[in-house]
């Protein structure tokens, strides 16, 4: 994993310009550690900074491959898991290679196919290729949106690059918010509607799409979206290629040249994934596989039962170690640490995030990178075998809005009167939803329970997903730590959102069919185990800690949060034990302590970043 940035300029020679270039790539240390690089012609910079993971030491970028003395440059991020096959078919028609990097293959297959060849790879990626003889950018994102890309046209210009930061660094993009991007925050955060950048000069490449860049503008074009058609196969097929489709993924991702490991939750998911690497290495005769895991401070103390969180994962953990025999790390945060990493991971994101669940990841990552360089994790299972409870849930499903937002009415009155009536919070997450809920390609006859499932799986895949995607790369990367999400490959997420819901839920469970596809490979109690999610503290001397830097900003009058939210109502909340800890602020894990956190970051961003409201 890396990351990238650059901008095309028509009107100047951007030779003269090094130094924004530098400054721009500087940015991105973190999540390229190894490497920098910069290349510079006429019209075009390109800056990139490397996390080393295949050939890390011919793999340099921006890589530079001439044909004929036509000269092609990129720069990338992300992994091509089909690289093997794709080199092969090139060299089958005459390509050289000089390297055994996926970049190479990337970079070859575009200019063996043009941009037909994004459909050719499976992967997770975003990159950008420059042709030289015809002055030409080519910027791509892979079908589901694991790698970030954003973009800009501030100031006449064709700015890009991984995360806002780099774009934020070009003397042309400003750190203006409007009212999108106040409603984004208050209304939408910490998810962010795909395609808004919520700085006013910031958009984002959406998923599945690709974009041509030349003198005569900038064209996007969709190479990839979710489709519906006609399931064909009864449970026992469909269980069969579900558990075939999963085992080639993990087979695939577990290509690296440098040290990888797995999160391990004793869920579902990760223990799937793990057992899968693990059968792998077995099979190849490869070393242990190191796991790691995360939990906090006394929360074998704390810890409540609930409907989102069932149990706590440390016996299961336990049990899944001891049945695969992996490598076991154990990872365990104290307060003050989540508390104090709330501002590395807003640095890390960008914006306001996920409170806690940010902070813990970040420094899980951190602690991860110490033993490998890369991860896998079981991101997107719930979302794409429907296994979140809003799932199963009628008051989710006839809620006329996401089901990660039931608390909006509650959210926009922590706006102050004046930002209510300019971003109209309500009327904008109510378009928002029927943009989204527009765009479900429902097959012809479906009934309307049939419609409902099918309408909740795409709200989960187009929109729920891309914020627990964006944490995963924001945190892991900001830690320089690639991780992989199996459950994001395209092939299993088409085959699986076409399932009836009957068949996914087969034996009345949640995820049913992914149970029956992993029989075998998991303890009967592990694989029937109720859904547990990233585990968060439950430790009250959080709730106190972020309640008490919320009131801090609350009490200082310099504050610029202040103008923007009814700091009375808010302050109402804050000193309110009874309401603190149960309020259902956004999603299943976000409630009293995380708005508090998340508030404090608001007021954090707008100082560090030099917010201008307007």
Known sequence: MCGFTGWIDWTRDLTLHSEDLEKMTATLALRGPDASGTWISGSCALGHRRLSVMDPENGAQPMIRSQDGHKFVIVYNGELYNAPELKRELESRGRMFTTTCDTEVLL??????GPAAVEKFNGIFAFAIWDDQEQKLFLARDRVGVKPLFVSHAGGQFIFGSEPKALLAHPAVTTDVGAEGIAEIFIVGPARTPGVGVYKDLTELLPGKCMTIDRSGARTHTYWELRSWEHEHDIPQTAARVGELLRDTVERQLASDVPIGTLLSGGLDSSALTALAVDFYNR????????????????????????????????????????????????????????????????????????????????????????????????????????????????????????????????????????????????????????????????????????????????????????????????????????????????????????????????????????????????????????????????????????SKLLDVLNDSSSPILPLIDAGKVREIAESDAASSNIPWFGQLMSGPQLFAYLYQVNRWLVQYNVSVK
Not at 108 to 113: D, F, H, P, Q, R
């Open 108 to 113: 070859t297959a575009y200019m063996e196919w």
């Open 284 to 547: 190849y005769g490869a070393s242990s596989l190191d796991t790691f895991s995360v939990d906090y401070v006394d929360n074998d103390i704390h810890f409540k039962s609930h409907a989102f969180q069932p149990n706590a994962d440390a016996p299961w953990i336990r049990k899944m170690v001891d049945y695969l025999g992996t490598v076991q790390h154990d990872v365990k945060f104290d307060t003050p640490e989540l508390v104090a990493a709330l501002d590395d991971a807003l640095t890390a994101r960008d914006l306001p995030g996920m409170a806690d669940v940010d902070a813990s990841l970040l420094l899980f990552c951190r602690e991860i990178k110490k033993s490998v360089t890369v991860a896998i994790s079981g991101e997107a299972a719930d979302e794409v075998f429907g296994g979140y409870p809003w799932f199963h849930r009628e008051e989710s499903l006839n809620a006329s809005t996401f089901p990660w937002a039931l608390a909006s009415g509650m959210r926009s009155e922590l706006l102050s009167p004046e930002m209510r009536e300019w971003t109209k919070p309500l009327d904008y997450i109510g378009d928002r939803y029927s943009e989204a809920v527009a765009a479900v390609p429902h097959l012809s006859g479906e009934n309307e329970a049939q419609r409902k499932m099918r309408t909740m799986s795409y709200l989960n895949i187009t929109r729920f997903m891309p914020t627990l995607l964006d944490r995963k790369d924001r945190m892991s990367m900001g830690a320089g730590l690639e991780v992989r999400v199996p459950f994001c490959d395209h092939r299993l997420i088409e085959y699986v959102f076409n399932i009836p819901w009957e068949i996914k839920t087969s034996g009345d469970r949640e995820k049913g069919i992914l149970r029956q596809s992993l029989r075998g490979s998991l303890p009967d109690e592990v694989l029937f185990r109720k859904k547990s999610p990233y585990p968060k503290t439950h430790n009250p001397n959080y709730l106190n800690a972020v309640r």
